[in-house]
């Protein structure tokens, strides 16, 4: 059993940054792809970016490729996610999701991760 904890959340005005952080502790091997979503208010949850074992392999969604960086260190089991130039629209609950069985690279489904952290609330101020 994985389980995952984020971290890093806070209520930041437009065009600031942040650094949010998911750990897996307890497990040995880290997962094969780690990902994070997002759920704003009043909206369904939609894919942000993953990362493969590697670390080579990363996916980002149209709406914050340029400004998002994922990234992860195996060694504790981590993955971060670097946001810069925070928009009022990046305000959303923040998931952490990992990939444990399947032999992706990467993935935009919900399906496809096999467990996910209780969220990180991210606010941004205009």
């Known amino acids: 059993q994985v389980q995952l904890v984020e971290s890093g959340g806070r209520l930041v005005q437009a065009g600031g940054s942040l650094r949010l952080a998911c750990t897996a502790p307890?497990?040995?091997?880290?997962?094969?792809?780690m990902a994070w979503f997002r759920q704003a208010p009043g909206k369904e949850r939609e894919f942000v970016a993953s990362?493969?074992?590697?670390?080579?392999?990363?996916h980002y969604a149209d709406s914050v490729k340029g400004r998002f960086t994922i990234s992860r260190d195996n060694a504790k089991n981590t993955v971060f996610l670097q946001i810069n130039s925070l928009k009022p629209d990046d305000t959303a609950e923040y998931y952490c999701?990992?990939?444990?069985?399947?032999?992706?690279?990467?993935?935009?489904?919900?399906?496809?991760?096999?467990?996910w952290g209780r969220g990180t609330r991210v606010t941004v101020s205009s």
């Open positions: 999701a990992a990939s444990v069985l399947r032999r992706l690279w990467r993935s935009a489904l919900q399906d496809e991760y096999d467990y």
């Open positions: 307890g497990r040995t091997v880290s997962p094969y792809l």
């Open positions: 990362i493969d074992w590697s670390g080579e392999n990363t």
